[in-house]
C-alpha cells in the first residue's frame, strides 16, 4: 500500500527457513526444505505520536488464502511467498500494510547476540523439549539460540512441586513470548544508550533483514530513532478461540472482541 505522511503499519515476519542456523538450532527444527511464516505481527507507528503498537497474528489462524482456500494463515507463505501473505493478512485483518520485514531463525538470533542478549525471569525451571528450551528458575540471560527456543515454543513446561506442568502452551503463549522479547529488542536497538553504536548495529540488523523494496536501511534507522522518542509500546494478540474443522486444528477469531482490536490498531486506540 502507498505510504504517506500518516501512521505505517508494518509486517514482521519470522520463518521457520533452515538456511543459516546455528548448530544449536538446527538439532530441534529439523532438514525439511521450504518455509512458512512462524512469526507473524503487525507494528502500527505514527510519527512523533510517542506511541507504538504490536499486533500479534496467531498462526494458526483460520482465513481464506487469495486462490487456495480455507487455511492457516501461516501456509500462505509457503504458498506465494511474501507477496501472498501481505494479501492475506490484509483481507484478514482489513488493514493496510506499507511494508513487510522478514527475518530467519538464524538470523534472528544473531540480532539478539548483536545485542547482547536478552533478559526473562522464569519463576520455576522451564523446558521445551521440542524447541531445545531449558532454563533454571530466576532471571536468565538468554543468547541467540537459546531466545530462539523461548519465543518458538509451544509445549512450554515448568516444574512445579516436583512435576514438568504445561504452563501457556499453544498460540496465545507463544506470542506473548514473542512480544516480551521483541520489545526488549527494540528496548535495546533503539536505546540512546547505544546511540554511538548504532551504525554497528544497523549494519547486523540489515544483513539480518529481508525487507521490500521500498523500505531500506535508512527507513529502518528511522524506525529506530521514532521507537526512541515513543513514550510506550503496547502489545496485544488477536483474540481467538481453538477450532478443529474437517479434522484440522484452527484457531478462529473471537467477534465482537477480534474486530474491537483491530479498530483499536488502525486508529492507535487501546487495544487491551
Do not use: C
Not at 543459516?20 to 505520536?49: K, S, T, W, Y
Not at 546511540?195 to 531500506?216: E, I, M, N, Q, W
Not at 534507522?221 to 503496547?234: K, P, S, Y
Amino acid at each position: 500500500d502507498p505510504v504517506g505522511s500518516g501512521p505505517v503499519n508494518y509486517l514482521f515476519v519470522g520463518s521457520d527457513s533452515r538456511a543459516n542456523l546455528e548448530p544449536e538450532l538446527g538439532g530441534f527444527f529439523g532438514d525439511f526444505e521450504g518455509q512458512r511464516a512462524d512469526v507473524i505481527m503487525l507494528m502500527h507507528v505514527v510519527p512523533g505520536a510517542g506511541k507504538t503498537q504490536l499486533l500479534s497474528i496467531p498462526r494458526d489462524l483460520k482465513v481464506e488464502i487469495p486462490g487456495s482456500g480455507t487455511n492457516r494463515v501461516n501456509a500462505a507463505y509457503a504458498f506465494g511467498g511474501p507477496d501472498l501473505l501481505v494479501a492475506t493478512v490484509k483481507r484478514a485483518t482489513g488493514l493496510p500494510i506499507h511494508h513487510y520485514v522478514e527475518v530467519g531463525f538464524g538470523e534472528f538470533a544473531d540480532v539478539v547476540d548483536g545485542l547482547g542478549g536478552v533478559t526473562v525471569t522464569f519463576p520455576n525451571p522451564a523446558r521445551d523439549n521440542k524447541s531445545g528450551l531449558n532454563v533454571e528458575a530466576g532471571t536468565v540471560k538468554l543468547d541467540g539460540p537459546q531466545a530462539v527456543a523461548f519465543v518458538r515454543s509451544r509445549q512450554y513446561e515448568e516444574l512445579q512441586g516436583g512435576s514438568w506442568v504445561g504452563v501457556d502452551q499453544g498460540d496465545t503463549g507463544r506470542t506473548a513470548r514473542q512480544q516480551q522479547v521483541l520489545s526488549q529488542l527494540l528496548d535495546k536497538a533503539t536505546s540512546p544508550a547505544r546511540l554511538f553504536d548504532l551504525p554497528f548495529v544497523a549494519g547486523d540488523v540489515g544483513a539480518a533483514v529481508t525487507a521490500d523494496s521500498r523500505l531500506g536501511l535508512r527507513d529502518l534507522m528511522g524506525l529506530g530513532f521514532n521507537l526512541v522518542r515513543a513514550g510506550n509500546v503496547e502489545a496485544a494478540t488477536l483474540p481467538v478461540r481453538n477450532s478443529t474443522e474437517g479434522g484440522v486444528a484452527y484457531v478462529v477469531a473471537v467477534e465482537p472482541d477480534a474486530g474491537r482490536v483491530l479498530q483499536a490498531f488502525s486508529t492507535g486506540g487501546v487495544m487491551q
